[in-house]
């Protein structure tokens, strides 16, 4: 049980990491715009179109490298926003969040 527990806990460690590095990394007139709530929101939903978007099981190309379309992931966002009544959000404002996460995943690869 200490294992499970000790998981969950590395995994709200990093995601208080990844939300502080996002927070860091938006533009000016972005970094007021999202409360930290939303941002742990949107780092739930990234997550969450990883793993339904098949992308997680995509074949690398030639260079160990795999196609990731933010766009299509701040649309996903848009709409379980919209979904789950967090609010209207625009796509292009969101893609900001994409790219933040994953430069940070990067850097911890």
């Keep these: 049980m200490a294992d499970f527990e000790d998981e969950l806990l590395q995994d709200a460690e990093d995601d208080a990491r990844t939300v502080e590095y996002i927070k860091t990394h938006l533009p000016q007139e972005l970094k007021d715009k999202f409360s930290e709530e939303e941002l742990y929101y949107f780092l739930d939903s990234i997550v969450e179109y990883y793993a339904e978007s098949g992308i997680l099981d995509a074949e690398p190309d030639k260079d160990g490298c795999i196609e990731i379309d933010m766009e299509a992931i701040a649309q996903h966002m848009v709409k379980q926003a919209k979904k789950d009544k967090m609010g209207d959000y625009d796509a292009d404002d969101l ?12 850097q911890q690869e």
């Excluded at 893609?95 to 990067?106: L, S, T």
């Design 95 to 106: 893609r900001w969040i994409v790219e933040a996460e994953m430069d940070y995943a990067e």
